[in-house]
């Protein structure tokens, strides 16, 4: 299952599966876009945080024991992954930050959900990859698209064709994650750094950032420079902004508010 818990401006996102290791089976799917929107919704929650339970597992993909009945031919595949496609649009679509905390495996769908955080920090034992050469699945264009996004073609090709395997280490020297963490603890502690970030500024300002950045790393057409626009000008238009420009002239810490 996927548990979420919005607490003091964080928006906690687990996957639960710690049997499979926390694989996404069909019926999370389904109820992911229900979550994400309700996220959004949300005018306390300032940021998201993607974790998984257990000491193993961040996300090791998809449930591969459910392909034989939900994803055994193409027809069925598509379905099962227009879910995920559905999922993937209203991510990017968040205006609100995310970060991706990760320990032990983050494979295939689990390692998609990660990238497609603003940022995401792991531990040493973190293990990620792209296992679908090695399952016989195609890897699918808007995936590809999210690694290239990310590391660039040369390393996406690698990752991909190779279906290899990538420690904490690789992962930072890769640059797909921006931290690298001794241990869950020492992960949790550079999280919170980041959550307070965040959740100290202001709301309008993320938004009109991450909208810039899902613009300009589109892939399937021109960036919408005008939506851009709109997300600038909501700040420019925000009581946060005039607070901003106050708590500058009164050399004391803002206070956001999101409007």
Not at 49 to 54: D, E, F, I, N, S
Not at 178 to 190: E, F, K, P, S, Y
Not at 209 to 217: D, I, M, Y
Request: with cysteine.
């Amino acid at each position: 299952m996927l548990h979420l818990r919005i607490d003091r401006g964080v928006a906690r996102l687990t996957f639960e599966n710690p049997s499979r290791l926390n694989a996404i089976n069909e019926a999370m799917w389904r109820s992911f876009p229900k979550i994400l929107d309700q996220v959004q919704d949300d005018a306390t929650a300032r940021v998201l945080v993607l974790q998984g339970a257990g000491d193993r597992a961040f996300c090791s993909g998809n449930d591969i024991s459910e392909f034989e009945n939900i994803r055994a031919d193409p027809l069925a595949a598509a379905a099962y992954n227009a879910l995920q496609r559905d999922v993937a649009i209203r991510f990017r679509a968040l205006t609100k930050p995310s970060i991706a905390a990760i320990h032990g495996y983050c494979l295939g769908a689990g390692f998609e959900l990660a990238l497609m955080c603003d940022l995401r920090v792991c531990t040493h034992d973190a293990q990620f990859g792209v296992p679908a050469v090695r399952l016989g699945l195609p890897y699918r264009l808007e995936d590809i698209a999210t690694i290239l996004n990310v590391v660039g073609l040369a390393q996406a090709r690698e990752m991909v064709l190779l279906g290899r395997r990538y420690g904490g280490e690789d992962a930072l020297r890769l640059g797909l994650v921006n931290w690298l963490a001794d241990g869950v603890a020492a992960m949790a502690t550079i999280m919170d750094a980041a959550v307070a970030d965040l959740t100290s500024a202001a709301p309008l300002s993320l938004a009109a950032a991450r909208v810039a950045f899902q613009e300009l790393s589109r892939r399937d057409r021109s960036p919408d420079l005008e939506r851009a626009q709109r997300a600038a000008d909501r700040c420019y238009a925000s009581r946060d902004y005039a607070e901003g420009r106050a708590a500058q002239r009164e050399k004391r810490k803002p206070v956001f508010q999101g409007n």
